[in-house]
């Protein structure tokens, strides 16, 4: 991708979807996944809750599949808003909220007091486990009964540590033969958003708000389980799993 996209929407969903792939080739496979259990669960007209939403990537997916959908994301970072907001411009069907997660009443932002689903991939982790905990709870709150929650993100068992070692050197071998071909990683991607006279300063906000990466909690499968739960819910499990990522559906 060039430094003269501008206001190229889909082009940054592209790179922003292909910059993620690098590190997630099964990406698409655990957002099949999440809209398959939602269809299962709530049926193909949901009100969804697309949590840490960034670019968008679920909105855009749970659109293509579901058209008489409605979302609501929500995020903090002014980058991927801009271009989540450029990319669904003119669609009624979403919403845009800027809020922090972290905020104990970012949930009174929302237009609805109550979601069928609520969803998000790739985002909590920059979350340690007491206030990723707490968020849980309040996620308890927006969910009616019989709908669900689902969180796709990385989610590592401890306790098999070689098991872990061979996997991550096996997707940091495959990762660096991409790089070597030319795909962007996540320094790259944000290098370039500086760059572009649209996005080059939500990008600067965005790194103040952040700094350069998450410093949050990676716990198992067990512990989401778990606190899901112990915060309001009836059932949670995984549905999808891969050596270092699950998805967690809990059912209110």
């Known amino acids: 991708m060039t430094t003269d996209i501008g206001a190229d929407w889909a082009a940054w969903q592209e790179s922003w979807d292909r910059q993620q792939e690098w590190y997630m080739p099964d990406r698409e496979e655990r957002f099949r996944v999440m809209l398959d259990m ?17 670019t968008g990537s679920i909105t855009a997916r ?11 994301g929500v995020d903090l970072d002014p980058a991927l808003l801009t271009i989540a907001r450029g990319t669904f411009e003119g669609d009624d069907r979403v919403t845009f909220v800027t809020a922090d997660l972290k905020d104990a009443d970012w949930p009174a932002k929302l237009p609805y007091d109550s979601y069928d689903a609520v969803l998000t991939a790739t985002a909590l982790h920059w979350l340690h486990r007491e206030p990723l905990a707490v968020l849980y709870g309040q996620v308890a709150e927006l969910v009616r009964d019989g ?26 071998g ?45 716990p198992s499968v067990e512990w989401h389980a778990r606190v899901l739960r112990e915060r309001g819910f009836a059932e949670a499990r995984d549905v999808w799993r891969s050596p270092s990522d699950a998805l967690i559906l809990a059912l209110k």
């Open 62 to 72: 749970l659109f293509e599949r579901f058209p008489k959908a409605v979302s609501t």
């Open 147 to 172: 709908g669900v929650f689902m969180n796709a993100d990385h989610m590592i068992d401890e306790t098999t540590p070689r098991i872990n070692a061979a996997d991550r050197a096996q997707r940091h």
């Open 38 to 54: 939602v269809e299962a669960l709530v049926g193909p007209e949901p009100r969804v809750l697309d949590l840490a939403c960034g």
């Open 174 to 218: 495959r990762m660096d033969e991409a790089k070597a071909a030319g795909v962007l990683d996540w320094a790259d991607w944000w290098q370039l958003a500086g760059q572009d006279p649209v996005l080059a300063e939500p990008t600067a906000r965005r790194f103040e708000i952040y700094g350069e990466h998450a410093e949050g909690d990676t």
